[in-house]
């Protein structure tokens, strides 16, 4: 069994900053990428950055600039730094891996979601 637990959501003015934080735990033999998607009330859930095990990294276009996403390894831990937050950044975050577990089996695993929420 695999677990992601999402922390760091909340309310902050536009402009503001939030650091959103993720760590898995359970029965996990490796993490390749680790990710933060988003969805807003009437929208799809969207990629918003991803991080491999290696360290490899990609935005998405509406975020590239304001945020950074980092990971520690170390602690099977993903987070997400979120700097000049806009209105438009208001959506429920959502925190995603992909886990080899110890029995070997191949897992696409989901956080329960934090909801961000920036005032203008």
């Known amino acids: 069994q695999v677990q992601l637990v999402e922390s760091g959501g909340g309310l902050v003015q536009a402009g503001g900053s939030l650091r959103l934080s993720c760590a898995a735990s359970?029965?996990?033999?490796?993490?390749?990428?680790m990710a933060w998607y988003r969805q807003a009330p009437g929208k799809q859930r969207e990629l918003v950055a991803a991080?491999?095990?290696?360290?490899?990294?990609n935005y998405a276009d509406s975020v590239k600039g304001r945020f950074t996403i980092s990971r520690d390894n170390a602690k099977n831990t993903v987070y997400l730094q979120m700097n000049s937050l806009k209105p438009e950044d208001t959506a429920v975050y959502y925190c995603?891996?992909?886990?080899?577990?110890?029995?070997?089996?191949?897992?696409?695993?989901w956080g329960q979601g934090t909801l961000v929420t920036v005032s203008s």
């Open positions: 995603n891996a992909d886990i080899l577990s110890l029995r070997r089996n191949a897992l696409d695993a």
């Open positions: 359970g029965s996990i033999f490796s993490i390749n990428a």
């Open positions: 991080i491999t095990s290696g360290g490899r990294i």
